[in-house]
């Protein structure tokens, strides 16, 4: 392929095919042909992250940067790394500013102060972006969030239901109400939370593990395969997803 257009095409078909060596060659090539092709640095960011090479994913994030939304995944890259200081370097600029990430860019910063420790830091800085917009989805999931690690989990569920009357398609609302059920030990609703995040998501690996769990405590082995082994082939690497598929196996008797 003379482009990278095609170069990048022709990647994520190897990709898929499981030939990761020659996609990352092909991906190469592509960036060759056009160091500032952002959807090459996009593909060799997410390359790199799901092959557990995250080092050599930042100059592709750096890259995107200045992209919509560029800063605040540079910042989630940061902090996936533990590099929690750059990411708060990273979103300082972006919540002091007017623009339509700020808020999204204080979400953050309150949750690495809450995962830092300071709790009530954290709380403040959420109840304040909903107090000035009390439909902020995302902000109303970290509080359900929030008040679930420290088990109050009556007014998570308030929170939860609250993100998902505002929004019902969005998978993450779900996943935390049916987390929210968990925790209540109200496993037909958290099981119907899950579904719901499949449904929205088929490729919500999290929900599915979930869903996994809970058929193989109820004794639905198979069923709890079939949820283990899709998320394999989507994640060959994931380690919950080998041994969930492993325990299914035993439970059938394999």
């Known amino acids: ?29 592509a960036l060759a042909l056009d160091d500032k092709n952002t959807s090459v640095h996009r593909a060799m960011a997410l390359f790199y992250i799901v092959n557990r090479r995250a080092a050599e994913a930042e100059p592709h994030f750096k890259a995107l940067a200045a992209e919509p939304g560029g800063t605040l995944a540079l910042a989630d890259y940061y902090t996936g790394i533990g590099r929690t200081q750059e990411a708060t370097e990273t979103l300082r600029g972006v919540a002091e500013s007017k623009g339509s990430d700020a808020a999204a860019a204080r979400l953050r910063l309150a949750s690495i102060r809450y995962a830092a420790g300071s709790k009530e830091d954290a709380h403040a800085q959420v109840d304040q972006l909903l107090k000035e917009s009390p439909r902020n989805v995302e902000a109303r999931i970290a509080k359900a969030r929030m008040l679930l690690v420290e088990g109050k989990a009556e007014e998570a569920q308030v929170h939860a239901q609250e993100a998902v009357n505002a929004d019902r398609g969005l998978p993450s609302a779900h996943y935390t109400l049916g987390l929210i059920a968990l925790e209540r030990r109200d496993v037909a609703a958290a099981e119907g939370a899950f579904r719901e995040v499949v449904k929205l998501n088929p490729r919500a690996g999290a929900a599915q593990l979930q869903l996994a769990r809970l058929q193989l405590a109820r004794g639905d082995a198979a069923g709890a395969l079939s949820a283990a082994e899709e998320v394999a082939r989507q994640r060959p690497n994931d380690t919950d997803a080998a041994v969930l598929v492993s325990r299914s196996l035993r439970a059938q008797g394999e």
Do not use: D, F, H, M
Not at 10 to 28: D, F, I, M, R, V
């Open 1 to 29: 392929p003379s482009s990278a257009e095609a170069r990048l095409a022709l990647a994520n078909y190897q990709w898929a095919a499981g030939n990761p060596t020659a996609a990352e060659s092909t991906l190469k090539a």
